[in-house]
Every structure is written in C-alpha cells, then in structure tokens.
C-alpha cells in the first residue's frame, strides 16, 4: 500500500520467515555458525532455542537453503502429536508410505529408508520446530531414533527448534540421556538497541530504500524500548509506524509518533510486552525544554516527578489509518463470505454502499441470490473497490 510512497520494492516489515531480510546480529550470526558446522560434521542431536519472534524459523530457512542435493530432509512443524502420530509425519515427510502401517512398522521402514539413504551416499536431517510442544514419550521417541549408526556416523541427524521452555523440559530426570545425546546448543537473544536500529534500515535496504524514513535518536530507541529487541515485534511495530508517516504524508519518524502508534490499544498488552507509558511532548512547543528526554511516571513517594504536560494523541495518523484497516477488515470479512458461499455451492452477493464521505461506514449487506458465476465476479469487483477509498 504504501510502498511507491517510500520508494520500496516491497514491503520491509513482513512477517514471513523470508532468509532473504535475515539480519545477522551477533547472536544470529552464532547460531548460524554452529549450524553451519553440526551439518558439515554430521552431529547428532541439536537444539536451537529463542523467544517467540526471536528469527529461529528465518534462520532454519536460511539453513535449508545451503543444503546441497545429497541432503534428505523432513520438516515437522506440528508438534502436537502423540508418539506414533510423530513417526507417521516423520515418514510422510521423507515419502515413506504410511496408509495402514503401525508403529513397528513404521519405524522399520524408516530404518530401512536411513540405511538405503546412507548406502546412495546421501544424508537424512530431521527438523522439528515447536519442539517445546513434544511429550516427554514423543521426546523419547527421538532418542531412540538416533541409535541407528553406523561406526562412524550418524544415521539421522536432529534438529530440535524451540522456546526457552524447551530447555527446562529437557532438563526432566527422564530426558536425561536425550540431554546427554545434545552435541550442539544455541540461543538466539533479542536485539540490542544498536542492533535494532541496524535491523531496521537493513530491511528498508533490502526493500529498495534504505533512506525512505528518517527516525530521530529517540524514535529508534523507543522501537527497542517497546519491542524488547524482538524482530517479529520490531516488524510489526515498523511496519505500522510506515503506514501512519504514509497517512500523514511525511517520511519523518519520531519518538511522538512510536509512543503514539505504541501506545495503540492493539498494542499494549498483546504484541508489545507492556511498558511504563511514556510522556509524550506537545508537538507544536517551540520552548526550549522540547528536546529534553521524556521521563518516565514515577510511583515514588512524594510528589510526582517533574516533566510535560502529556499531548492528546495527534488524531491525523490515528483516524486515518484506523480507517484505512477498518476498510481492509471489511473487505477480508466479505471475501470470507464469498468463499463459503462457492462452496457451499451457492453464491449470496452482498449489496454494497460506497459511503460518499469517508466519515459514513461501508454498508454490507447479504440477500439469498440464486447461483451467478458473472454475479459473483461483478460483487468482486465492487468488493475491490474499497481499496481505492
């Protein structure tokens, strides 16, 4: 949406796990490194650990990516499964049959898959990510798997992914030759503040624009202060601060607008860890105090610290791109509509009532309507019209 504005390719703040945005802080950088090297030297079982949005899945693509063709690997990535259900993904994914195999079975024909794999000169890798969700008997399981070696190798090698919980399950007396078996441990921190200020133009480098906002010291500090140096959060924190520059028409970021869009009730308390709230300074002051940092509020006794009188929210970027998500909701809810209806075999268009002022709610509304492929493509194409508003 707001992409031409800044000059962009493409949108720098997405969420997807694209390897291609990877910024290698130290601890990335690490990690990468260690991985590099278990694949290199066959080790055994591996463990990579990191907070909710710290980059693990990013950095495990990145890894996927350097893999050579001699490489067999299976992805597991719903954990939630008991033993037997965890050996039938396992086996699914490497393209072993499982339609009316049991467990022996399956574990037979996994051995024998590993050892047809090692005789053609070919590698098996096993990727679990949301480790931290397995049952200690499924954890189990995998121990057992790794006994498959030959003198001098491993048969299978493991990676488990996870977060920092992972490590106290792994810490239970009954793991503790799984934890024995572990040749390789890394966690991923959060980002420093330096750090996340260079996340930040790294991915607007990459989108095509490095120069396409301006942040003020302050406003890069806060976006650490709010996120906790956690790049998911960053992104979307980002991600939103670009779409409220674009409401206003500016390409200037400051501490004003990060403690204002932060501040957001979707915000506080849900992707963002909650912080002390921040006095925000009138932002048409021309004194002299304007620049002095803002101070946090204070639960000292006594009285209240001194500092500035706290400035409504500056409505412009708030109203507009509230609207502009409101549209986009509205839109998102009606392509949901039409797909239902296609297949439940029918098709139920909605009236629609482009609003002449942008103050007037979109009007939706859905009669029956007997099935009309060219109804349905005409009530697409006024759905679309909304992004235009």
Known sequence: MYEAFFGLNKKPFELVPNPDFLYLSRSHSRAGTYLDYAMRENTGFILLTGEVGAGKTTIIRRLLG???????VSKVFNTRLEADQLIATINDDFGIEI????????????????IEQYGNQRRSVLIIDEAQNLSVDSLEELRMLSNLETNDTKLLQILLVGQPE?????????????????????????????????YVFHRLEVAGNRDAVSFDEEAL??????????????????????????????????????????????FEGQFLPRKTPLTRRPSGSGEKGDNQPRVRASSSEGAAPDRAPQAPLRSGAAEKAAEIYRKLDAFEQSIQQVSR?????????????????????????????????????????ELKKIFTR
Not at 99 to 114: A, C, N, T
Not at 231 to 252: H, Y
Request: one cysteine or more; a negative charge; hydrophobic letters at 40%.
């Open 99 to 114: 339609e009316g195999r049991s467990k022996v079975q399956m574990l037979r024909d996994l051995y024998q898959f590993l």
């Open 221 to 266: 500090s806060l976006v650490h202060e709010y996120s906790g140096g956690i790049p998911r959060l960053i992104n979307v924190l980002c991600d939103f601060l670009l779409l409220s520059a674009f409401a206003e028409e500016t390409r200037a970021i400051t501490g004003n607008l990060v403690d204002e869009v932060a501040s957001d009730s979707q």
């Open 341 to 381: 209806g296609l297949l439940e075999n029918e098709v139920r268009p909605a009236h629609l009532r482009i609003p002449e002022s942008e103050s007037e709610d979109v009007v939706i509304e859905m009669p029956d309507f007997k099935r009309s492929a060219s109804a349905s493509g005409r009530w697409i194409s």
């Open 66 to 72: 350097t893999l050579g063709p001699n490489v067999q």
């Open 166 to 198: 992972l490590k106290k399950i792994l810490s239970v007396p009954e793991l503790r030759q799984l934890r024995q078996r572990i040749s390789i441990h890394c966690h991923i921190n959060p980002l420093s503040p330096e750090e996340t200020a260079q």
